[in-house]
């Protein structure tokens, strides 16, 4: 009775052993890897089209380096008058969308450059200010560095030592401005390309 009870341990120990020896040869064996459980390479398949769209979206050398100067650069600088100059900026922003027309000055009938700088100080601070962008250039108040800027100060661009255009600054590196027949009343950036390589300079009405 012991010797069958003995030798039946042994024929289970030998079976446990054959069992290992195939688990082992189906995990490790070279030629033959482990197979993935059912749906494990789902999520793969779904994320390899994501991650080659992602690749080219990058556009790798093509892709534009955006010029310097971000928003962080601009630091927040206080106006001499914050009621005037927050009335000047909120004024100049509603206006955007509006037509550019030459010689415009009004809501209705669209705007040029200086005529939106014209009717924005005297349509909220009865200001009465010259007519063109040189004259302006030339105006009362002091002439500021682009990181003095405040709120309702009035930037100039040209070329050649002239002054052809004027916006109004509203924050952050940004100015207002009408900047050609067939735009409108638009928002852009100091230090966008075009406008940093043409800026000629900065004044101060509100002191």
């Known amino acids: 009775m012991v010797g069958a009870v003995g030798g039946g341990r042994g024929l ?18 070279p030629d033959k890897p482990r197979p993935a459980p059912a749906g494990a390479l789902r ?25 310097p100067g971000d928003a962080t650069a601009w630091p927040v600088v206080a106006p001499e ?7 000047v900026m909120m004024r100049a922003l509603s206006l955007v969308g509006t037509p550019y027309r030459y010689g415009g000055s009004t809501p209705e009938g ?18 009465h200010l010259p ?7 030339d105006y ?11 709120a309702a100060d009035l930037v100039f661009f040209g070329s050649g030592g002239r ?11 940004r100015f207002v401005h009408a900047p ?13 390309p075009y406008w940093r390589d043409h800026y000629t300079g900065s004044r101060r009405v509100l002191e």
């Not at 009362?140 to 405040?150: F, M, S, V, W």
């Open 12 to 29: 289970r120990r030998a079976a446990c052993r054959r069992q290992a020896v195939a688990v082992d040869r189906t995990a490790h064996y």
């Open 131 to 137: 007519r063109t962008s040189s004259q302006l250039a």
């Open 180 to 192: 050609s027949t067939g735009g409108t009343v638009r928002l852009d950036r100091l230090d966008g």
């Open 163 to 173: 002054v052809t255009h004027v916006g109004i600054y509203v924050g952050e590196g």
């Open 140 to 150: 009362q108040g002091p002439r500021i560095r682009p990181k003095e800027l405040a």
């Open 43 to 67: 999520p793969l398949g779904l994320a390899l089209p994501v991650v080659l769209l992602v690749a080219a979206c990058g556009g790798g050398d093509r892709v534009r380096t955006p010029p």
């Open 110 to 127: 669209g705007f040029d450059c200086s005529g939106l700088v014209n009717y924005v100080y005297r349509d909220m601070l009865a200001l």
């Open 81 to 87: 008058d914050p009621a005037a100059a927050n009335a």
